[in-house]
């Protein structure tokens, strides 16, 4: 029974390294043979002023923060009565 076992999974082992052999998808030296329409520099000088016109977001000021009115203790014993109540789920309490 296990030499049977081994030998249909040496076999499966083998299809699949045969199946698995990489070959070239569009053949050989695809992209070898394409021709550019367009002169290096001229792509290179579009990709400069793309670049300059990138960043078309102004950054906001930052809020000064809120202080909070509720302590982080009391936060904490409203999640451990709201877990024993079965309100919340108790993986959600840290």
Do not use: C, H, W
């Not at 999974?9 to 045969?18: P, Q, R």
């Not at 329409?37 to 923060?65: I, M, P």
């Amino acid at each position: 029974m296990t030499a049977s076992r081994i030998l249909s999974i040496a076999a499966v082992t083998a299809f699949a390294s045969f199946g698995a052999q990489a070959n070239n998808l569009y053949g050989t030296q695809f992209e070898a043979g394409f021709q550019s329409t367009r002169a290096r520099s001229a792509v290179q000088a579009e990709a400069v002023q793309a670049v300059s016109q990138f960043k078309n977001f102004e950054v906001a000021d930052r809020q000064g923060d809120t202080p909070s009115a509720v302590t982080r203790a009391a936060i904490r014993a409203e999640a451990v009565t709201a877990a024993r109540a079965g309100q919340i789920a108790t993986g959600n309490r840290s």
